[in-house]
Structure formats: structure tokens, C-alpha cells
T-cell receptor
Framework: KAGVTQTPRYLIKTRGQQVTLSCSPI?????VSWYQQTPGQGLQFLFE???????NKGNFPGRFSGRQFSNSRSEMNVSTLELGDSALYLC????????????FGPGTRLTVL | KNEVEQSPQNLTAQEGEFITINCSYS?????LHWLQQHPGGGIVSLFM???GKKKHGRLIATINIQEKHSSLHITASHPRDSAVYIC??????????????FGKGTHLIIQP
């Protein structure tokens, strides 16, 4: 089975721009979660989707948004980029429910200049 | 505030030593995850626990729900075990279970 894929792997943007990141879960997985990792804050939960519905949302501003499609693929969008948005963005897929094991993708490294 | 505390933050040991990493959390949880992250960023899920003990190869994870504490043990450690080990939990919330809350990680170095 193919693992979780994320595109693009690396991205450089400038302040004020917006960005869209994509995540394709493992086949058959209906849950996708997004996380932000920075040296200062570590790993932080962004949001979680299950069957196209946002099930949970972390404590991030409204500039961060996401969605999930009927094929379980997910995208996250960050508008009006700030320098502090530079981070590794990870997505993880799982089968179902709050107990499911998380299978992580390789991440997208976003640099905001 | 729901918090996850890991200790130690950094650990250097010799090959073959028995390693223990600890994780404590503040309130009730639905599940606890142990994750491994190598340089370059890739994260691998090692264990997911809601009670008891799990073993996979040289890795053992235990959880004590009453004490709100979990440990990750590595037996016969090897330099390839060098990585950051992260504890993450799902706290209960009014609507079910929250997204994962992470500890700050334990940076483990195993010297040959």
C-alpha cells in the first residue's frame, strides 16, 4: 500500500501571499489530520477531517483553513502569509474514530520570506 | 490547560543500554501515541495505547491511566535508535476527543 503523500515537498513564499498544501491519505483511510511543526512551538494540531467534515480544530487563526474531498484527499490553505508561518506542515491519515493510529506523510517545508 | 510533559528532554547513552522515556499528562485521555522522528522530519507512529502495555521488537510502551503516565522503553539500544521520540495524547472534550496534543520530545543519541 502506498503511504501518505504530500505535495509540494518544499515551498517558498513571500509575506502576504497565500498557499495551498495537498495531502493524499493511504487508500481506504477516511481521516486526515494536519499539524504544524516549528522549532519554537514543536508539533501543534491544526485540524482533523473525517468523511469531508471537520471534526476538530486547533487553536490557529482563521487564516488557516482546510477541506477534505469525497476521495479523502485533503488540502489546507494559509492566506496572508506571515514570517511565523514558516514551518514543516505534516498530514496524517487514519482509519476512523478517535483512537485510530496516525500514519504521517513526509511533510511540506514552507518558508515565508 | 491540557498539557503533556516529557522527560528527559535530551538523553545520550551507550549502545546496549536500556532506555526509558517518560510522558505525563494532565487530565483524562482517550489514547496516547508514541512517535519517532528522524532528522529530516519523517514521523513514524510506534505505538497507540489506551491501556496496558504493548511490545514491538525492542520497543515496549506502557501506560498507567490512574497515574496519567506512560513510558517508552528501548532494550539493547542501537545507534539507529537515535531520533526524537514524541508523546502525543488525545484529551477528552465535551464533544468527544480533541486533536492530538504533543510533548516537546526527547532527543535520544545512542553512541557506539
Amino acid at each position: 500500500k502506498a503511504g501518505v503523500t504530500q505535495t509540494p515537498r518544499y515551498l517558498i513564499k513571500t509575506r502576504g501571499q497565500q498557499v495551498t498544501l495537498s495531502c493524499s491519505p493511504i487508500s481506504g483511510h477516511r481521516s486526515v489530520s494536519w499539524y504544524q511543526q516549528t522549532p519554537g512551538q514543536g508539533l501543534q494540531f491544526l485540524f482533523e477531517y473525517f468523511s469531508e467534515t471537520q471534526r476538530n480544530k486547533g487553536n490557529f487563526p482563521g487564516r488557516f483553513s482546510g477541506r477534505q474531498f469525497s476521495n479523502s484527499r485533503s488540502e489546507m490553505n494559509v492566506s496572508t502569509l506571515e514570517l511565523g508561518d514558516s514551518a514543516l506542515y505534516l498530514c496524517a491519515s487514519g482509519t476512523s474514530g478517535p483512537y485510530n493510529e496516525q500514519f504521517f506523510g513526509p511533510g511540506t517545508r514552507l518558508t515565508v520570506l | 490547560k491540557n498539557e503533556v510533559e516529557q522527560s528527559p528532554q535530551n538523553l545520550t547513552a551507550q549502545e546496549g543500554e536500556f532506555i526509558t522515556i517518560n510522558c505525563s499528562y494532565s487530565v483524562g485521555i482517550s489514547a496516547l501515541h508514541w512517535l519517532q522522528q528522524h532528522p529530516g522530519g519523517g514521523i513514524v507512529s510506534l505505538f497507540m495505547l489506551s491501556s496496558g502495555k504493548k511490545k514491538h521488537g525492542r520497543l515496549i510502551a506502557t501506560i498507567n491511566i490512574q497515574e496519567k503516565h506512560s513510558s517508552l522503553h528501548i532494550t539493547a539500544s542501537h545507534p539507529r535508535d537515535s531520533a526524537v521520540y514524541i508523546c502525543a495524547v488525545r484529551f477528552y472534550s465535551g464533544g468527544g476527543a480533541d486533536g492530538l496534543t504533543f510533548g516537546k520530545g526527547t532527543h535520544l543519541i545512542i553512541q557506539p
